[in-house]
């Protein structure tokens, strides 16, 4: 019988060389590793449950239990990854998924007792490290412990999981969309921030998986003097996707030959050409707009910066997916008062720990990034982009003239929260 450090071994080596492999938590569904008790993460061992969670977990006979966030987490190389989890119990119950920095892959499915169900979503794990080079990813001070950058899955089950299985088996045949952009489109490590980027896996089907690899703080400048860009190339492959968003920080780089008709201009033209270079496919995404009303009206705070992207998308026929348009026919459905709802705007003791008023014109709640989402693929599907042929084929359609209300969003927020707001404004 292997040791559970041989276990580990396996795992990660089974891995990299391309095999399947499975963790059960049931006591009669044998697996490559079977794990009936709570076990702690530890880089020696190569699995386990994380944050302080496995305390959290009972044990049943098909699997483990919870009525509130659990954390797993299993030491990987980079790569993307097949993820297929069987849920169920002998109660009912109902479970949302999130990946890594709270990516959101499956939404309150719901099992009946004595039942089971498998849910499978693909993932994509990076490293800093950029390969067949010396270089790496320059992370800023705060993105050196986010769960996308270090080097485990870690997933979290929310709600009243009931999980028995979870396989995991690498992808190389995958499309996958990378997102290059601001704090407006990474995937936000803690609540309440959150991000329209770290919702589109949830909508992807099983041929594709988005890497995200936007930076709060970032503009297109910055992110490629730290690498992020260099990252990219170095993964992109023939008709993979390369989205890119950027304005917000773009705006604050002053001086001669800077601007929206300057360095802006430059470096997405820069960025179209190395994508298309490799065989990637290109679409510009122009920034979403700030929550700023004046007398009822919202204003425009970017400048010539979306024109300038609209521009450079004309003349080198890229695919153009106006996010600043389409956010603020959002915010202006919504109105002065409701549109707050979209944003981080919370009274003082919301959340553990929050002493203060959260008051964010920039930064999205969960909902308002879900629906900044929604209203991106809606115009991917309308303009006939081939990005679609990625989309599950079920989604509803969506017009940002008639958005979503608060009500409608009963998802459950993670545990992990910070108050102090994003970089980038």
């Not at 659990?70 to 999130?98: A, Q, R």
């Not at 890594?100 to 499978?120: G, I, N, Y």
């Amino acid at each position: 019988m292997k040791s559970k450090l041989g276990c580990s071994l396996v795992l990660f080596l089974s891995a990299t060389l391309g095999f399947a492999q499975s963790i059960s938590f049931s006591k009669t569904r044998k697996a490559d590793i079977n794990l009936t008790e709570n076990k702690t993460y530890s880089e020696d061992i190569g699995y386990g449950f994380d944050f302080n969670s496995g305390s959290q977990v009972k044990f049943e006979n098909k699997g483990f239990v919870a009525d509130t966030s659990v954390y797993f987490s299993v030491k990987l190389p980079e790569g993307n990854y097949k993820i297929d989890v069987v849920l169920g119990g002998k109660n009912v119950s109902e479970t949302t998924i999130k990946a890594e920095s709270r990516r959101l892959m499956l939404v309150q499915e719901k099992v009946d007792a004595h039942q089971t169900k498998t849910f499978s979503f693909n993932v994509h794990l990076h490293h800093q490290e950029i390969a067949n080079t010396s270089e790496k990813v320059n992370l800023k001070p705060r993105e050196l412990n986010v769960l996308d950058w270090d080097k485990k899955l870690t997933l979290e089950f929310l709600g009243n999981p009931a999980v028995q299985q979870i396989t995991i088996t690498p992808a190389d045949d995958l499309t996958t969309i990378f997102l290059a952009g601001d704090s407006t489109v990474t995937n936000q490590d803690l609540e309440p921030w959150a991000s329209w980027g770290q919702f589109l896996p949830l909508y992807v089907n099983q041929d594709a998986v988005v890497a995200n690899y936007a930076a709060s703080g970032a503009s297109l400048s910055s992110f490629k003097t730290r690498k992020r860009f260099e990252k990219i190339l170095s993964l992109l492959k023939k008709n993979d996707y390369l989205i890119i968003e950027f304005g917000h920080n773009d705006e604050k780089i002053k001086g001669e030959g800077n601007g929206a008709y300057g360095l802006y201009t430059k470096l997405l033209t820069e960025f179209i050409e190395a994508a298309r270079e490799k065989g990637g496919i290109p679409i510009l995404a122009t920034p979403t707009q700030r929550r700023a009303f004046k007398d009822g009206k919202l204003q425009p705070t970017h400048g010539n910066f979306p024109d300038a992207m609209r521009k450079v998308a004309e003349e080198m026929k890229v695919p153009l997916i106006d996010i600043t348009k389409a956010t603020t026919k959002m915010y202006e459905s919504w109105g002065d008062d409701i549109s707050r709802k979209a944003f981080v705007q919370y009274p003082a003791n919301t959340f553990p720990g929050q002493t203060e008023k959260l008051e964010d014109n920039t930064h999205f709640s969960n909902f308002g990034a879900n629906e900044i989402c929604l209203a991106f693929m809606q115009e991917i599907k309308e303009k006939n982009v081939s990005l679609q042929d990625c989309f599950k084929t079920d989604l509803a359609e969506y017009d940002p003239k008639k958005p979503n209300q608060l009500s409608s969003w009963t998802i459950p927020r993670s545990p992990r929260f910070e108050s102090i707001k994003p970089y980038g404004n």
